[in-house]
C-alpha cells in the first residue's frame, strides 16, 4: 500500500521517512485509546474484566514511559526473523 511504501522510503518523500517511528505512532494512539475506554458494566462479566485488565496494561505503559522507538524497532526488526512473543521483549 502507499502509506506502508511511503513508510519504508518507496516512494518518494522530501526527507527520508522511519518505518519503526511510524509503527511506534499507531502502537501509541492504540494504546492510548485502550487506555482511556470506557466499557458499559451490563457487558459479560468476564469480558469486562478483560477489557478493564487491557485498560490498566495500558495506562501503565503509558505511565512507565515503555513506548518508545528502540522497543518497537527491535520487535519490528526481528518479525522476518520469526520472533516469538517472549523474544520481541
Given at each position: 500500500?502507499?502509506?506502508?511504501?511511503?513508510?519504508?522510503?518507496?516512494?518518494?518523500?522530501?526527507?527520508?521517512?522511519?518505518?519503526?517511528?511510524?509503527?511506534?505512532?499507531?502502537?501509541k494512539k492504540k494504546v492510548h485509546?485502550?487506555?482511556?475506554?470506557?466499557?458499559?458494566?451490563?457487558?459479560?462479566?468476564?469480558?469486562?474484566?478483560?477489557?478493564?485488565k487491557k485498560k490498566q496494561l495500558?495506562?501503565?505503559?503509558?505511565?512507565?514511559?515503555?513506548?518508545?522507538?528502540?522497543?518497537?524497532?527491535?520487535?519490528?526488526?526481528?518479525?522476518?526473523?520469526?520472533?516469538?512473543?517472549?523474544?520481541?521483549?
Amino acid at each position: 500500500d502507499v502509506e506502508g511504501g511511503q513508510a519504508v522510503n518507496l516512494v518518494p518523500a522530501e526527507k527520508p521517512q522511519d518505518v519503526y517511528t511510524f509503527v511506534l505512532n499507531v502502537v501509541k494512539k492504540k494504546v492510548h485509546a485502550q487506555a482511556t475506554a470506557e466499557f458499559e458494566e451490563s457487558m459479560d462479566p468476564e469480558r469486562y474484566a478483560t477489557e478493564e485488565k487491557k485498560k490498566q496494561l495500558a495506562q501503565r505503559l503509558i505511565e512507565l514511559d515503555v513506548l518508545q522507538r528502540k522497543v518497537v524497532k527491535q520487535t519490528v526488526m526481528t518479525i522476518c526473523y520469526g520472533v516469538t512473543r517472549i523474544g520481541a521483549f
